[in-house]
C-alpha cells in the first residue's frame, strides 16, 4: 500500500504515524497496522497463503499524541504478485547497435498471476 506522507504543518502535533485497517472482501474481520514513522511512503503485510490478485478492503487514518484521526472511507485494493524471473534468457548480437534477447514466458497459474509484461535490463 503506498502512502503519500503528510506535510509537517498538518500533522497538528508529536507522535503523528499512520494507521491502516484491512480485510480480505467479504470478511467481518479487520487487521490494524500501526506505522510509526512520519516519513513512511509504503506499508507492506506479507503472508503467502494470500493468491496474488486477492480483492482486500483497507481504510487508512493518522494519528499523534492527542489521539486518532478519523479512517478514510473503504477503497478496494488488490494483492501483488510474485515478480518472478523467466527462464532460458539468452541474448543474441544483431549489430553493433541491437541485440535480441528471447526468455521462455511465464505460464499463467494461481501463484503467478497474469503477466502484464517484461521488463529488460
Same mark, same amino acid.
Given at each position: 500500500l503506498s502512502l503519500?506522507?503528510?506535510?509537517?504543518?498538518?500533522?497538528?502535533? %508529536?507522535?503523528?504515524?499512520?494507521i491502516i485497517m484491512f480485510r480480505p472482501l467479504g470478511s467481518t474481520t479487520w487487521t490494524k497496522a500501526v506505522v510509526a514513522s512520519v516519513e513512511a511512503n509504503k506499508y507492506v503485510y506479507r503472508n503467502e497463503s494470500i493468491t496474488p490478485l486477492s480483492p482486500f478492503e483497507v481504510k487508512v487514518g493518522v494519528y499523534n499524541n492527542?489521539? %486518532?484521526?478519523?479512517? $478514510? $472511507?473503504? $477503497?478496494?485494493?488488490y494483492s501483488g504478485e510474485d515478480a518472478i524471473a523467466p527462464v532460458g534468457a539468452s541474448a543474441l548480437s544483431v549489430s553493433a547497435s541491437e541485440v535480441e534477447v528471447s526468455w521462455q514466458p511465464i505460464a499463467w497459474n494461481r501463484h503467478t498471476g497474469r503477466v502484464l509484461g517484461y521488463e529488460v535490463r
Open positions: 503519500q506522507p503528510v506535510p509537517e504543518e498538518l500533522q497538528n502535533g %508529536e507522535g503523528f504515524g499512520y492527542e489521539g %486518532e484521526g478519523t479512517l $478514510s $472511507s473503504v $477503497s478496494v485494493v
